[in-house]
């Protein structure tokens, strides 16, 4: 029981963390809106099989949640936007390519180290798959620094939170109901306020390239 | 217990709706409406919990551990210190509502009165439930609430510059305050089991002298720059007049009394009182601040900045009767610490009912005129003269006129300083007997500075067209204000009734025995430690009386009752405008050279003579500014060590954005990598 | 008994006052080689000011015609509260000192802003010069108030009578004296006296109390200048009777009530030349020296204030 308790959450995580090396190896916006899709999918069923075999009904809620609001509406809205930016290729990003996934792979490693700890100290059937979480928040925060496009940046933002809502199911089984709801509204809200951000950004440059805006200092 | 906690919750119920009325009703009259009645039902439930609480002595606690479960809970207990300033807060909240329903018309077309509704309702629950606080998280969330809602009221008329700049001295002192008070009750909970204000009293007594003093001084400057402590007060002057009116009588008839709250609540009641110099400490700033607050409310010609630094001036005689009643304290001279504590407390009651009561009025003459500055008002009493009468008992109550509420907490406080033969150091003595001095001086010349006001703005003829068409405000706003002066009245001639409660409220905080106050006889007011007995209710009717006997005998005696109007004399010119009267400046100017010293008047003459010869003036143009040197003295030194500061550090905001995600990761890998390692 | 006797020495001061002001106006006349008129001429002067029309101002408000009798009434409610025949009084635990000090005001206030309603320049200038020697007298008075409490151990007018009279001795004392010095110089400021404020002058720029009560006429000037009147003998009763107070009837027999009767016309009589002597000799003072003045006053308060606390 315990066992398969553990196989499929790590499972699951190693799911979640190929997904975000979508971002770095593709050049394709829509293929970022899939990805990130899927990855909240993913995430659902990790939360499932942790509700089930740890005994949380709180966190099928949160499942559901994660379905509904990161499976499908943002991705929705995502796709509503790249069409009307007309869906740029992130070309010349600060990090090349080949570059990114070395150090992508090299943060994971990173992630492991600091991990260990955290791993040691736990008790409970998921501790494996902790210093995955913890590699895709590192991975996605480098996503965030390395790319140019403002819709990228916010796919990393949102994995990012995707990251921290698996950290948090795999270390201690979810947190407080209310602290999730708290975080979706968050996520959602940081979301609607960044639409507006990237319209702007296209307004005012014709592009969303973000690195226009250091144009805004002088 | 039955009726508290209903009532409570009908108290936060009306300020929620009311808040989320104005933000969700559909028209704009209906969110006005839903604003005003929501504050009103807070309000009148508010008003009667704290009696009950005051009155009655019945406790009400209320805790909410889930809440904020990581910081302690949130945590609520109404005692009698508290639900005094509950009835203080609720006092002001009502008549101001009422009034601020009708005023916020104003508003309508040119600024959203939905943020100014909502920002109305969370600002008076917050105010209304600071006193409530029972832990250090439930008091500081509740104080930065009220801070922030009021932050957003002042910046309702964001559009003049002025007001901004208003705002945003306010609010940068206002977080200063936060972060002193923040170190003040960090320091206190460090030794105490948790964060609830019985623990940090019980561990309060055993913590050494030198952190009580730190903390003593901590929550000086944090409460005192909330009250208005000169010279932390540079925000009062700015912010109050910028906010719409009924918001200025809120802030400076309730809000900066918080700051006497906390004082009392952290130096007398958690820290149990203190060495003599904490007494000492309170009663000179007290009289530093009554002095310069009035002497610079006489040099205003904006009126509600006069307003401003004389409720400053009386922030200053509120510490001053604390300063005095802790002083006592140290000393063990109980029935003095209790009366002088008595006498501030009633300031603070009295204070907030006419400060109240003059903002709303100078609301009502800008209702009217569209102009503060005193300079181009005058006459107003034929247009408006039930806004002049409510004007002129809150000037006469803030003059400390007999027999109105000024007077009598004004004598209190003399009786409390008049007790300093008995301390035993002469010095401290003499020094009471110099705060007596200035304590009279700032009598007078609050009188002087309200003699102005009423005169300049109400008397005589208008200045200008907009006085000239002034007409009475509407009946909600008549009524907020009579309803303030009625208790302005009430207090002074009911003080008899009022001051055995005041000692409830104090009794058992820091030591001072309960039980000091029964047995007053009905008409006079004397205290256990007053050198003097009054009886304002006597007072009052004689002074009735009088008029009343003169009358009759004109009417038995035969006067001659005829009544004939004519010009002003005039030394024979004739007809007379309104540039033969005298102006607000030229009121104040006699006082101005007598504290010259003090004022250090900037003045600029330049004298245009005729082309053709020296002998002949064609024009003469004379500028003379009074600035309060504070700013110059204390504040531009730091402002512009910021602005240094921040112009050297301003290589950091290179300007793009992947840079500071960058900073960002490099801290957080930086942070792990370090716990990592040194775990 | 003891309220009618209160009553009837509050009427009996009522009374006494424009005689007062009168005898100190033949005194003047007679010191600088004059005839002046009879010390009577005041009552003479009410009441033709009762039996005249009022001509009031077309600007002035309902403030104007009701502030004359405010300033009556806490004129008369002072006078209630002073010692002038018999101690301890009916009308003792109305006021003290600092209500005495505070209904004073009261009746300042209004009468700066009578001052201040028709909207003359004169109304405005006399207003502005008397709250600002009002502010400046009112230290002054209060350290005498401290001082006096200080040695009687209570602020009531009564009780610090008593306690003088039970201690002989004290009021020789320093604080007294110096005490005593400080308030006659409020006086001169409070009553408008020379060198403070000429009650004589015709020259309107020179006035502080005339100027404000220019616009007055028939039954509302008598009621002022009655007020005024009544002000000067509230002083002269405070100088007398709580520093000297010899003669105050301690019990209300007829014999002690006239010997206090005799006492305080004879204390009135002295003060009058005291103040008539002094009007003589001195000039009126620029407005801006005044407050020299009552520094002076100030720091002879401070003084007693002072002494009487190092030498208890």
């Known amino acids: 029981m315990a066992a398969t308790f553990s196989q499929l959450s790590v499972l699951g995580s190693s799911l979640t963390l190929l997904f975000v090396f979508v971002l770095l190896g593709r050049r394709g916006v829509p293929a970022y809106v899939n990805a990130f899709a899927w990855q909240s999918i993913v995430l659902a069923g990790v939360t499932t099989v942790v509700a089930y075999y740890g005994r949380r009904p709180d966190l099928y809620w949160v499942a559901g949640l994660l379905v509904v609001v990161k499976g499908v509406a943002i991705p929705r809205l995502l796709q509503r936007m790249e069409r009307r930016f007309h869906a740029e290729r992130e070309l010349e990003p600060y990090v090349n390519t080949a570059t990114s996934l070395v150090i992508a792979g090299l943060l994971v490693l990173l992630a492991y180290a600091i991990s260990r700890p955290l791993v040691a100290l736990s008790r409970l059937p998921t501790r494996a798959g902790m210093p995955l979480a913890m590699g895709l928040i590192l991975v996605s925060l480098f996503v965030l620094v390395s790319r140019k496009k403002a819709i990228t940046q916010v796919i990393g933002f949102l994995m990012l939170e995707n990251g921290l809502a698996l950290l948090a199911v795999l270390g201690t089984y979810g947190v407080p109901l209310i602290v999730e709801l708290g975080v979706f509204l968050d996520a959602l809200l940081g979301f609607l306020v960044m639409q507006i951000f990237v319209y702007q950004i296209h307004e005012t440059f014709e592009s969303i390239d973000v690195e226009r805006l250091s144009r805004l200092r002088h | 217990m039955a009726l508290t906690l209903p009532l409570f919750l009908a108290m936060v119920l009306g300020h929620v709706v009311g808040a989320g009325g104005a933000l969700l009703a559909p028209t704009r009259a209906g969110a006005r409406g839903l604003t005003t009645l929501g504050a009103i039902v807070g309000g009148a439930a508010g008003l009667v919990l704290g009696f009950d609480t005051l009155i009655w002595g019945t406790p009400f606690r209320l805790e909410i551990p889930q809440l904020l479960a990581v910081a302690g809970g949130v945590s609520l207990h109404l005692d009698r210190l508290g639900a005094f300033f509950l009835l203080v807060v609720e006092v002001v909240a009502i008549p101001s509502a009422l009034f601020g329903g009708a005023y916020s018309r104003v508003y309508e077309g040119t600024h959203s009165l939905r943020p100014l509704g909502v920002m109305l309702n969370l600002f008076l629950l917050a105010l209304s439930l600071v006193p409530l606080a029972d832990n250090v998280v439930t008091f500081l969330l509740l104080w930065e609430l009220m801070s922030v809602a009021s932050y957003f009221l002042v910046l309702t008329e964001s559009d003049r510059r002025e007001t901004r700049q208003a705002g945003l001295w306010y609010l940068a002192m206002a977080h200063g305050g936060l972060v002193l008070l923040m170190a003040a009750f960090l320091l206190l909970a460090a030794s105490a089991p948790s964060t609830g204000f019985a623990d940090l009293r019980t561990a309060a007594a055993a913590l050494p002298a030198h952190t009580r003093n730190t903390v003593f001084v901590l929550v000086l400057l944090g409460f005192g720059s909330k009250a208005g402590l000169v ?75 006069l307003l401003a630094y004389s409720s400053v001036e009386n922030m200053g005689i509120i510490f001053l009767g604390i300063g005095a009643g802790l002083l006592f304290q140290s000393y063990g001279l109980t029935a003095l610490a209790l009366l002088g504590l008595v006498a501030g407390l009633y300031h603070v009651l009295n204070h907030a009912c006419f400060k109240g009561l003059l903002f709303l009025g100078s609301g009502a003459v800008l209702h009217a005129t569209h102009t503060r500055n005193m300079e181009e008002l005058g006459g107003l009493i034929k247009g408006m003269p039930r806004t002049a009468f409510c004007f002129l008992v809150g000037a006469a109550a803030i003059s400390g006129l007999p027999p109105l509420n000024g007077f009598v907490s004004e004598w209190l406080v003399f009786q409390a300083l008049l007790g300093g033969p008995q301390l035993p150091r002469p010095e401290l003595g003499l020094i009471m007997a110099f705060a007596v001095a200035m304590l009279a001086l700032t009598s007078g010349l609050a009188a002087a500075c309200f003699v102005k006001a009423f005169g300049i703005t109400f008397l005589a003829m208008p200045r200008s067209v907009h006085a000239a068409g002034a007409h009475e405000v509407p009946l909600a706003m008549q009524l907020g204000m009579g309803a303030l002066a009625v208790a302005c009245g009430a207090l002074g001639v009911g003080c008899t009734l009022v001051v055995p409660s005041l000692g409830a409220v104090v009794a058992g905080l820091g030591g001072l025995p309960a039980g000091l106050m029964t047995g007053m006889p009905g008409l006079t007011l004397e205290m256990p430690g007053t050198v003097g007995v009054i009886a304002p209710a006597a007072l009052a009717a004689g002074l009735l009386l009088v008029p009343v006997a003169v009358l009759v005998a004109f009417r038995l005696g035969g006067v001659d009752r005829r009544l004939r109007v004519g010009d002003t004399w005039g030394c024979g010119r004739i007809g007379q405008t309104p540039r033969m009267e005298y102006t607000a400046t030229a009121f104040a100017e006699p006082l101005r050279r007598v504290f010259a010293e003090l004022y250090r008047p900037t003045e600029d003459l330049s004298i245009d003579f005729h082309p053709e010869s020296k002998y002949f003036v064609q024009s003469i143009a004379y500028r003379s500014e009074v600035h309060p040197w504070f700013e110059r003295l204390l504040y531009a030194p730091i402002v512009s060590f910021l602005r240094r500061m921040a112009f050297r550090v301003r290589w950091l905001q290179a300007g793009s954005l992947h840079l500071y995600l960058l900073y960002m990761i490099l801290a957080l890998v930086v942070l792990l990598l370090v716990s990592r390692w040194t775990s | 008994m003891r309220h009618v006797v209160a009553a009837g020495q509050t009427s009996l001061a009522l009374l006494l006052a424009p005689g007062l002001a009168g005898l100190i106006r033949w005194m003047k006349a007679r010191l600088q080689n004059r005839r002046g008129a009879p010390f009577w001429q005041p009552y003479l002067e009410l009441r033709k000011l009762f039996g005249k029309e009022v001509v009031v101002s077309s600007n002035a408000s ?226 801006f020296r005044v407050p020299e003045l009552l520094s002076v006053s100030f720091v002879l308060a401070l003084l007693a204030v002072s002494s009487s606390f190092l030498l208890r």
């Open chain 2, 231 to 305: 010279p932390l007060h540079v925000w009062l002057p700015l912010a109050h007049p910028a906010a719409p009116s009924h918001v200025s009588a809120l802030m400076s008839g309730v809000m900066i009394k918080m700051g006497v709250y906390g004082l009392l609540r952290v130096a007398l009641d958690l820290l149990g009182g203190g060495p003599p110099w904490w007494g000492g400490t309170i009663l000179a700033a007290g009289v530093v601040s009554a002095l310069l607050g009035v002497l610079y409310a006489l040099m205003e010609q904006d009126l509600k900045r």
């Open chain 3, 62 to 287: 309902w403030l104007f015609r009701a502030a004359p009798f405010v300033i009556f009434a806490s004129t008369v409610a002072t006078t209630a509260l002073v010692p002038v025949l018999a101690v301890p009084l009916a009308f003792d635990t109305m006021g003290d000192l600092v209500v005495l000090v505070y209904l004073l005001l009261l009746g300042t206030f209004f009468l700066a802003l009578a001052g201040l309603d028709p909207g003359s320049a004169f109304g405005g200038m006399g207003a502005s010069r008397e709250v600002t020697v009002a502010a400046l007298a009112e230290p002054t008075v209060a350290l005498a108030v401290f001082a006096l409490a200080l040695s009687a151990g209570s602020t009531n007018l009564g009780q610090i009578v008593a306690a003088t009279l039970a201690d002989p001795a004290s009021a020789v004392s320093p604080g007294h004296l110096l005490a005593f010095a400080a308030l006659f110089i409020v006086t001169l400021a409070e009553t408008g006296r020379l060198p403070v404020d000429n009650p004589a002058t015709h020259l309107e720029l020179t006035m502080i109390h005339e100027a404000m009560i220019l616009e007055y006429s028939g039954r509302y000037l008598a009621l002022i200048e009655w007020a005024a009147a009544v002000k000067l003998l509230i002083f002269f009763a405070l100088l007398g009777n709580l520093f000297v107070p010899w003669g105050v009837a301690r019990t209300l027999t007829p014999d002690a009530l006239l010997m206090a009767l005799g006492t305080f016309l004879l204390k009135l009589l002295l003060l009058a030349a005291t103040i008539a002597v002094f009007e003589t000799r001195v000039a009126k003072l620029r407005l």
